[in-house]
C-alpha cells in the first residue's frame, strides 16, 4: 500500500521558476528520500532527510521535514528544462533491522518546466 | 560502478501466459528487491531479500508471482498465469543491508504489457 500523497499531482513551471513538491505520510519513519523518474527510465536518489533533521541542501534542492505533521517538501530552485521528470517521495521504517531499507512511495509528483 | 541491470526492457504477452524477468544488482549490494509500477502510480514493493534469503514478501502474490535469488547475486521474477492487471514496469533494486540511511539503486525496469 501507498504510505502517503504527494501534492500537486502535476506541477507546470516556466525555466528559472523555483518548483515545490509536498509529500505526506502515514507512519514513524527513519527517514525520508526522494527519487526522480524520467519517462520510461529507473528511479534515481535525489537527497535523504533523517527522521531528526529538519532541512537539508543539496545544490539547487532543499528538503524539509516536519514528523510532528507527517510532511515533507522538495524545492527546486532556478528549475531547467532537464528537471522535467516525475518526483517521488519515499519513506524508510523506523522499524529497524532489515526493515531500514523497505521503501515506501508515494504517488508522485508530474513536473514539467517548460523553456 | 556498473549499475542495476535488468533484462528484457519490454515484454508483450497474452494473458495467461508465463513471464520472467531478470536482475543483476550492483556488485557488494546485499539487498535486492522487486518493486511493481503501475502506470500512474509510485512503487510498490513485492519481494525484499537479503543474499539469498526472502526478508520480506508480504505483498507478493504467491499464487502467480515467484522470485528467487540464488547464490545471493542475480535475481529473477517470475508472473504464471499473467492477469491483464499485471501489466506495470517491473523495477528491480539493490542497496547495502543494515545501514539506516540506504539508499536504492535501481534499474531501468521491465515494462510488461499483458494483452
Known amino acids: 500500500s501507498q504510505q502517503g500523497e504527494e501534492d500537486p499531482q502535476a506541477l507546470s513551471i516556466q525555466e528559472g521558476e523555483n518548483a515545490t513538491m509536498n509529500c505526506s505520510y502515514k507512519?514513524?519513519?527513519?527517514?525520508l528520500q526522494w527519487y526522480r523518474q524520467n519517462s520510461g527510465r529507473g528511479l534515481v536518489h535525489l537527497i535523504l532527510i533523517r527522521s531528526n533533521e529538519r532541512e537539508k541542501h543539496s545544490g539547487r534542492l532543499r528538503v524539509t521535514l516536519d514528523t510532528s505533521k507527517k510532511s515533507s517538501s522538495l524545492l527546486i530552485t532556478a528549475s531547467r528544462a532537464a528537471d522535467t521528470a516525475s518526483y517521488f517521495c519515499a519513506t524508510a521504517p523506523s522499524a529497524g533491522g532489515t526493515s531500514y531499507g523497505k521503501l515506501t512511495f508515494g504517488q508522485g509528483t508530474i513536473l514539467t518546466v517548460h523553456p | 560502478e556498473a549499475g542495476v541491470a535488468q533484462s528484457p526492457r519490454y515484454k508483450i504477452i497474452e494473458k495467461r501466459q508465463s513471464v520472467a524477468f531478470w536482475c543483476n544488482p550492483i556488485s557488494g549490494h546485499a539487498t535486492l528487491y522487486w518493486y511493481q509500477q503501475i502506470l500512474g502510480q509510485g512503487p510498490k514493493l513485492l519481494i525484499q531479500?537479503?543474499?539469498?534469503?526472502?526478508?520480506?514478501d508480504s505483498q507478493l502474490p504467491k499464487d502467480r508471482f515467484s522470485a528467487e535469488r540464488l547464490k545471493g547475486v542475480d535475481s529473477t521474477l517470475k508472473i504464471q498465469p499473467a492477469k491483464l492487471e499485471d501489466s506495470a514496469v517491473y523495477l528491480c533494486a539493490s542497496s547495502f543491508p543494515w545501514t539506516k540511511d540506504t539508499e536504492a539503486f535501481f534499474g531501468q525496469g521491465t515494462r510488461l504489457t499483458v494483452v
Open positions: 531479500f537479503q543474499n539469498n534469503g526472502v526478508v520480506d
Open positions: 507512519t514513524s519513519i527513519n527517514n
